[in-house]
């Protein structure tokens, strides 16, 4: 991880570097695998992968800033968000507690 200073806080960062670990290769055949019509509009965000309809109600989120880089839960920025995202279960393995959430509770 990576220390920030957002909005005054020291604030620990998973940097792009960290949760990229997916080729681009990979990440554009995931891409053509995922079927919208079929699976919505949300892949994993991190590698693209589909999401199961059946596991994206219980799916973890991942808050990422304008930079690629993901948030620690519990931090609100007023600029430099790109919002929440869903992710498959197996880039949630590699993400800390600390860095994901799940949809309930959040909105
Ligand atoms: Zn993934």
Known sequence: METRIIQGMEV??????????VTQE????????????????????????TIS??????????????DAELLPIGVSITEGSQGYFPIGASCAKRIPKSHKTKLEGMF
Do not use: F
Not at 26 to 41: D, V, Y
Not at 53 to 66: E, F, G, I, Q, R
């Open 12 to 21: 620990q960062v998973i940097a792009r570097g960290e949760w990229d670990i």
């Open 26 to 49: 990979q990440r554009e055949m995931n891409k053509r695998k995922h079927n919208r019509a079929t699976h919505g509009i949300n892949p994993c965000h991190l590698c693209e992968q």
């Open 53 to 66: 309809d059946k596991s994206l109600p219980t799916a973890w989120y991942v808050h990422m800033n304008t």
